[in-house]
């Protein structure tokens, strides 16, 4: 699966080891330590087909990796080191290398600052 081979890469940057979670917690402030990465909106859209009939498909895989940290600082620093480790990532050997779509600064819980980048990576599905 896509998503493992995500949380594998990002476990790779010494900070965020052990804190990279699939979906958004609760209460933010049940969190004791940070930075965090939480990994949501995954999404699929079907693309074209290269040959005739539909035995094989192009598929974009989407995915939105929010960076919470608890000064804006360690925010920025932390997005980076995501963004060095995603751009270019293969997650594995059927898939495009993962490009960057668009990124913003999000709010939540005061003190907590929160930045939202969208990666996207493409594979074909074969049925034949």
Known sequence: MIIHEVI??????PALVGKVYLGVPAQMESL???PYVWITSIAEAGGGSPIAGPVRQRIEY??????????ADDMETIRYAVMGAMLNFQP?????PII???????????????WRDE??????EDTR
């Open 62 to 71: 989407r995915f939105e990796l929010t960076t919470g940290a608890r000064n």
């Open 8 to 13: 594998a890469k990002l476990e790779t940057i």
């Open 100 to 114: 960057f779509r668009a990124g913003r600064m999000e709010f939540g819980d005061p003190s907590w600052f929160l």
């Open 32 to 34: 004791s330590q940070a």
């Open 92 to 96: 594995n050997a059927g898939c495009d």
């Open 119 to 124: 990666f996207r990576t493409s594979y074909y």
